[in-house]
């Protein structure tokens, strides 16, 4: 079984329980947290940055710029998620992502993007679909969509319209 197939299977199992009522578990956390806070989960993480680069066409005219999308990555760790923020753990020291200040998230195929004032993160883990149905649940108490690529919806027994 791909794992592809079974990040989606695991998120979808876990919005099932969300809507019936069940929270996601206490995990053990690598380190201590601020009080009352507890661990949801606990996977390994890439954190990655966003800086777009301005490139000019045809002189100094602004309206014919362009963006390219480029991903940096900051920083490789430990992702700690708790109801309040994400804490990384990473090489370069603890880093925490508090999920009050986000503007607006969504999920990519290798993570969940943040989107902050002062940038623009993605969280890569190795069960992107999972951990971005987690944050969700967990920081904001939602679903986030949940359409499997039509490669795998037949096998998950789901097949949308």
Aim: include cysteine; hydrophobic fraction near 45%; glycine fraction near 8%.
């Amino acid at each position: 079984m791909s794992t592809e197939l079974r990040d989606w299977q695991a998120a979808m199992s876990l919005a099932a329980a969300w809507r019936h009522g069940q929270c996601p578990g206490e995990a053990a956390s690598p380190v201590a947290l601020d009080p009352g806070e507890v661990a949801s989960a606990v996977i390994q993480c890439t954190v990655l940055r966003y800086g777009g680069v301005r490139l000019a066409f045809a002189g100094s005219d602004p309206s014919t710029h362009a963006a390219a999308a480029q991903w940096h990555v900051q920083d490789l760790g430990t992702a700690v998620l708790t109801a309040a923020r994400v804490l990384v753990l990473g090489r370069a020291g603890p880093v925490s992502f508090g999920l009050a200040a986000v503007r607006r998230t969504w999920r990519e195929p290798d993570g969940t993007a943040l989107n902050y004032d002062q940038g623009t993160y993605k969280l890569v883990t190795p069960w992107p679909v999972w951990f971005d149905v987690a944050l969700n649940v967990v920081g904001y108490h939602r679903l986030p969509p949940l359409r499997p690529p039509a490669h795998l919806a037949r096998r998950l027994g789901r097949v949308d319209p």
